[in-house]
T-cell receptor, first 113, second 114 residues
Framework: QKEVEQNSGPLSVPEGAIASLNCTYS??????FFWYRQYSGKSPELIMS????GDKEDGRFTAQLNKASQYVSLLIRDSQPSDSATYLCAVKRRGFGNEKLTFGTGTRLTIIP | EADIYQTPRYLVIGTGKKITLECSQT?????MYWYQQDPGMELHLIHY???????EKGDLSSESTVSRIRTEHFPLTLESARPSHTSQYLC?????????????FGDGTRLSIL
């Protein structure tokens, strides 16, 4: 079992709809969770970070964390064609001196005009 | 806004050459990382550093080496490039403080070994 799992997609969503991206992780001591967006041929760009159970909203983006279920998701409201990209889930374990992130393989999202 | 710079952006070079990929950040970040990513594939951590004179190998074995003599500079070196080293190399950094600091990425170096 991979430490961080994402559905590779592709996930196709009509423009204006809500895109829902999911991520599960295996290590219960994980403490910090990040969503990155990566356009083809570009480097990852941080979109959201979340550390506590519940929802965190930033503009059209909402991150949701459920530590009991070891599940983190990203919702994109009013999806735009510019949201078409690969979305990477990254997880950091709790532990002094451990600052490494474990990345999922990414979900490729396509917004259909 | 993260200020992390990688040079060169693209490099095409012959087998056997020594290569150094540069990475610098101007944010005073103590932690820096090198990742390798093939097109359409996942990120693999190959090296990281938590401060000056501190370097560690990452999760993916790599023939490259790194150094951290200055806080802002984290170069990656391949002593003798081979076609198997063809990939995109991404440098990242994160701020002091434990726990919740995200990593910020440079634009990457796309390396092709002929």
């Amino acid at each position: 079992q991979k430490e961080v799992e994402q559905n590779s997609g592709p996930l196709s969503v009509p423009e204006g709809a809500i895109a829902s991206l999911n991520c599960t992780y295996s290590d219960r001591v994980s403490q910090s969770f990040f969503w990155y967006r990566q356009y083809s041929g570009k480097s990852p760009e941080l979109i959201m970070s979340i550390y506590s159970n519940g929802d965190k909203e930033d503009g059209r983006f909402t991150a949701q964390l459920n530590k009991a279920s070891q599940y983190v998701s990203l919702l994109i409201r009013d999806s735009q064609p510019s949201d078409s990209a690969t979305y990477l889930c990254a997880v950091k374990r709790r532990g002094f001196g451990n600052e490494k992130l474990t990345f999922g393989t990414g979900t490729r999202l396509t917004i259909i005009p | 806004e993260a200020d992390i710079y990688q040079t060169p952006r693209y490099l095409v070079i012959g087998t056997g050459k020594k290569i150094t990929l540069e990475c610098s950040q101007t944010m005073g970040h103590d932690k820096m990382y090198w990742y390798q990513q093939d097109p359409g594939m996942e990120l693999h951590l190959i090296h990281y550093s938590y401060g000056v004179n501190s370097t560690e190998k990452g999760d993916l074995s790599s023939e490259s080496t790194v150094s951290r003599i200055r806080t802002e500079h984290f170069p990656l070196t391949l002593e003798s490039a081979r076609p198997s080293h063809t990939s995109q190399y991404l440098c990242a950094s994160s701020a002091p403080g434990s726990g919740n600091q995200p990593q910020h990425f440079g634009d990457g170096t796309r390396l092709s070994i002929l």
